[in-house]
């Protein structure tokens, strides 16, 4: 009674079948044009509310966050009842997420230390480029490896060389599972529960989660043997040191472990590098932009030997163009689903506990009237008259509440130091004869541009 409004189902499948499930965007965007910012549909029987807008977005996360702060029972459930991203609102995922930000603020965000981690890691990534200036070169493992080793070096204290077998197979693995869990085997998995035993392509993603979790296994037994207590020196550290303080029915114990250091890998590394991919294509379709930020980047840096991220107050352009990259690509665009943890209300309409919410987050990064040019790839959104750098409040790529994402800090800084060390050393160019850059993404739980091929030239010396 009083749900929200939403197209006819059919039994069973509800609206399966009124959605492409390869890539439902267009269809959530029709549905909001006839249906308004909170509509409903059925995943089988499970009833869904789609919330579009920032003003209802804003109500729900931010001003009702408890309310709508839950996990969906998610795909292929049984594997994901522990760590962070998949975990239900409970003193679990609360105590965890705590420690999580708790832990990334020690290592340094804010502090120098993390910066110096992230501009260890640039030194490889422009040794890579600069063997390949003047060629047309696919960028796409470079970003991937970098941010990979940033978030290793926070996670297990080391980076590894590009073509590790380890980090080759948690990549592996990782790909298979998210494209089981975004395609219709999940959803077929989870809509009928007969089918659950049979053997069927699901299971593939069970072997790879086993997989990952033998090498988190492996790494946390490293750790054991050469720790210090009470001297961490990485994440995988200060958890151990954690587990000790902590009762045997405590919300930290070695299996929940694994599974965050893995959440928060595959986390920080598909999000951060497929910004970066996308960054330098709009970068390269628009020089004049790109040009703009360099001539900032040269003045403000002037006679300094490296960028620190103290430096982005100085840098309104450039962190204008950060930010539209961010917007315009929209990376997370239906954020992870979420669930209400009670009975509740929104834009008028009663919610029951236990629905399943899907925030439409393009819906409010390209609002018409949040933004001066909604729909089209311009800094000035984040530009006032003056020229300075503001974040108008609908900004949400990494959503809003209680849930928003944790490692919204470490990313910020490293998509401005590794963009801006670059475009001082190099100038991006699109390849003649590549034709157009396309912008249509590859559809997924993240966004990413089609593989594209970029050169790069030698723009300044280092002093
Ligand atoms: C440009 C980079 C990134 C973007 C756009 C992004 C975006 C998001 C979004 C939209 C969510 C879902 C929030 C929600 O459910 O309401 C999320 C969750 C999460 N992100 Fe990120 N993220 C990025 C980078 C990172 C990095 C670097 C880390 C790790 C250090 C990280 C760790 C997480 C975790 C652990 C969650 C789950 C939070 C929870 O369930 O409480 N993310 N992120």
Redesign the pocket.
């Given at each position: 009674k009083n749900f929200p409004p939403g197209p006819p189902s059919v039994p069973l499948l509800g609206n399966l079948l009124s959605l492409n499930i390869k890539d439902p965007l267009n269809d959530i965007e029709r549905l909001r044009q006839s249906y308004g910012n909170v509509y409903s549909l059925f995943f089988g029987l499970k009833p869904v509310v789609i919330i579009n807008g920032f003003k209802a977005m804003r109500e729900a996360m931010v001003i009702k966050a408890a309310d709508f702060a839950g996990?969906a029972p998610f795909f292929l459930s049984p594997v994901f009842i522990i760590g962070?991203?998949t975990v239900d609102y409970s003193p679990l995922?609360r105590d965890t997420?705590r420690f999580?930000l708790m832990t990334?603020k020690n290592f340094g965000l804010g502090k120098k230390s993390m910066e110096d981690r992230i501009h260890e890691e640039i030194q490889y990534t422009i040794k890579t480029l600069e063997n390949n200036i003047g060629k047309a070169f696919c960028p796409q493992f470079v970003f991937h490896n970098a941010v990979s080793n940033i978030?290793c070096k926070v996670l297990f204290g080391t980076r590894y060389e590009y073509d590790d077998d380890t980090i080759k197979t948690l990549i592996q693995c990782f790909k298979r599972i998210n494209k089981i869990l975004n395609g219709p085997w999940a959803l077929l998995y989870d809509s009928i529960p007969l089918i659950r035993r049979l053997p069927l392509p699901y299971n593939t993603a069970f072997e790879d989660v086993e997989l990952i979790l033998d090498i988190a296994q492996d790494l946390v037994n490293e750790h054991k043997k050469t720790r210090v207590p009470g001297e961490p020196r990485d994440f995988v550290d200060c958890y151990l040191d954690e587990l000790e303080k902590r009762d045997d029915d405590s919300t930290f114990f070695e299996e929940q472990l694994k599974r965050v250091t893995l959440?928060?890998y595959s986390?920080?590394t598909d999000?951060?590098s497929n910004?970066l991919l996308s960054g330098f294509l709009y970068l390269m379709k628009y020089p004049h932009i790109q040009e703009r930020c360099q001539q900032e980047i040269d003045r403000v840096l002037d006679g300094q030997d490296k960028v620190s991220y103290e430096n982005r107050h100085n840098m309104p352009y450039t962190q204008a163009v950060i930010h539209e990259i961010?917007r315009i690509t929209s990376?997370?665009p239906l954020?992870?689903f979420?669930c209400t943890t009670k009975d509740t209300e929104l834009s008028g309409y009663s919610i029951p506990q236990g629905t399943i919410v899907i925030?439409n987050?393009t819906s409010v990064l390209r609002e018409e009237g949040q933004w001066k040019f909604p729909h089209e790839f311009n800094p000035e959104n984040f530009l006032n008259d003056q020229g300075e750098f503001l974040k108008p409040q609908a900004f949400m790529?990494?959503?809003a509440?209680f849930?928003?994402?944790?490692?919204?800090g470490?990313?910020r800084m490293e998509?401005f130091l590794i963009l801006v060390t670059l475009l001082r050393k190099f100038k991006f160019v699109w390849p003649e004869d590549a034709g157009e850059p396309d912008f249509t993404p590859v559809y997924g739980a993240i966004l990413s541009p089609k593989p594209y091929l970029m050169k790069q030239g030698l723009e300044t010396v280092y002093l």
């Open positions: 996990r962070v991203i995922w997420r999580i990334l978030i959440d928060l986390a920080g999000t951060t910004t961010q990376l997370v954020s992870v979420h925030q987050l790529p990494f959503s509440g849930r928003i994402c944790p490692g919204e470490l990313a998509l």
